[in-house]
């Protein structure tokens, strides 16, 4: 009976995932787009409902809910249903679908969609060679060697992610990097932008007349043929004169400047909606948070430096190393496996919402700037691959930060893998990305100033010609 009540909180839990998994889709991802095929759909929800579970029976070992077995059997269920989606059936759908957009290929969708996954999961397990994950006591094909290559490409998307969020983060929320703004300052780029309209439209104006005068000219030669009747055909003193070919790079030069103008504009008003948030208590709140994660992400720059210099990973996990110190050096008298279950509990769960919540975040932008019609379904099997991977690999990390006893079920689910290896495999990975997201936002940032001198200096030219 223990085992079947257990199931039971585990399939009746996965359903809850799965339907919020659905409805996120539908109503959150794709409220401005159309995707009808069922099939990704599900698959999207499912692999959401599977990496909530992961997620769930961490939360679970910690407080010690349902039975170690029923534990056990769960993680391992979950976790080669995992698999079998982000190795077989993901990659399988993306090839799929892609093969299906290509017209020659459309007759033989499946047999090449095959041959695409068969190059796939050449690549896939290839992908280990470079990395000392290989371990001789394993099969090629053991379940160990497979998530040791879903950690590699999922530790790496984690640290991408991370390390731009680490220095976006206090950008976007610190009111010091804001440009300074002025209601001038709009009304002034307004102003251009209507000027360059009304110079088109006079430009287009001019094109057509000269356009319809010489074929009026062309016309009225090949009819009366230019004998006395043409004594008396009307003028066309100025219109005949233009030069077209001139007038129309005019005006294709004017509307990329009227774009621009545009463009520039709403990123005015965006940042003046800005300006005007950030001296608001909300807008104060996030900028005094915009300072705590530009420390933060200081602090980890520092820390990850010092971890591949040292060549040095932690092996007590952040709960366990507070209270040592409330312990040992503080002389705090604390009942360290009462509270480090519940520290832990509350640590792990804000872990696992701001990973949920981060990457959920991160999927939508992204999937609102590639997406289109004909390209909806592989992107979003794409994020569903992207999203297997990473919370495999946020398990695979999230073992460091969990007390010696609560890891042993999932090191023993996981199998022998060299988990030293991808915390430091983050470090690097996260190191490269914060600096180039450092390098790439101050560019961006010193560059921004400089767009209304280039802007009015490409419009005093185009009046002036």
């Known amino acids: 009976m223990g085992f079947l009540f257990d199931s039971i909180v585990m399939f009746s839990t996965q359903i809850l995932f799965f339907a919020f998994g659905w409805i996120f889709f539908l109503w959150h991802l794709f409220k401005d787009y159309e995707c009808h095929h069922r099939t990704v759909q599900v698959i999207f929800a499912v692999t959401f409902a599977l990496s909530c579970t992961m997620f769930e029976l961490i939360i679970f070992e910690i407080i010690g809910l349902l039975d170690m077995g029923s534990r056990f059997f769960h993680w391992k269920l979950n976790l080669y249903v995992m698999l079998f989606v982000v190795v077989v059936l993901v990659p399988f759908c993306i090839a799929y679908f892609i093969t299906g957009n290509i017209r020659f290929l459309q007759k033989y969708k499946i047999i090449s969609a095959c041959i695409c996954w068969t190059l796939f999961v050449y690549l896939f397990l290839k992908i280990g060679d470079p990395f000392p994950i290989l371990s001789p006591q394993h099969g090629i094909l053991s379940i160990e060697q497979i998530i040791s290559r879903v950690g590699v490409i999922g530790v790496t998307v984690m640290a991408l992610l991370s390390g731009f969020g680490a220095v976006n983060c206090p950008y976007t929320y610190s009111s010091y990097f804001l440009r300074h703004v002025t209601d001038a300052d709009i009304h002034a780029l307004e102003r251009k932008l209507l000027q ?9 104006k001019r094109l057509a007349i000269a356009k319809r005068a010489a074929e009026s000219q062309r016309g009225e030669e090949v009819t009366n043929g230019g004998g006395i009747w043409a004594r008396f055909r009307p003028s066309t ?10 007038l129309q790079e005019d005006i294709r030069i004017h509307e990329e400047l009227s774009r621009q103008l545009f463009l520039e504009s709403v990123d005015l008003h965006a940042t003046k909606d800005r300006i005007e948030y950030s001296k608001t208590f909300k807008g104060r709140y996030f900028n005094i948070l915009g300072y705590f994660f530009s420390l933060y992400c200081m602090w980890k720059i520092f820390m990850c430096t010092i971890n591949i210099v040292f060549n040095r990973v932690g092996k007590k996990d952040p709960v366990t190393k507070g209270f040592e110190i409330l312990v040992h050096y503080m002389g705090f008298d604390v009942d360290v496996g009462f509270w480090s279950q ?10 696992i919402v701001t990973s949920i919540r981060g990457l959920l975040i991160t999927l939508t932008k992204f999937f609102y700037a590639i997406s289109s019609s004909k390209s909806s379904n592989i992107i979003v099997m794409g994020l569903a691959q992207i999203m297997g991977m990473y919370f495999v690999s946020s398990v695979l990390l999230m073992r460091m930060n969990m007390p010696e006893s609560y890891r042993k079920i999932i090191t023993q689910i996981l199998g022998d893998l060299q988990f030293q290896f991808y915390h430091r495999w983050f470090d690097v990975i996260f190191l490269v990305s914060a600096l180039s997201s450092i390098g790439f936002l101050y560019l961006a940032h010193k560059q921004a100033p400089e767009k209304h001198t280039t802007k009015d200096l490409k419009l005093s030219s185009a009046f002036r010609e």
């Open 196 to 204: 360059t309209n009304e110079m088109i439209i006079s430009k287009k």
């Open 237 to 246: 003193p100025l219109a005949t004169t233009e030069n077209v070919s001139q």
């Open 342 to 351: 519940h520290v832990s509990f509350i640590l792990i769960g804000v872990m």
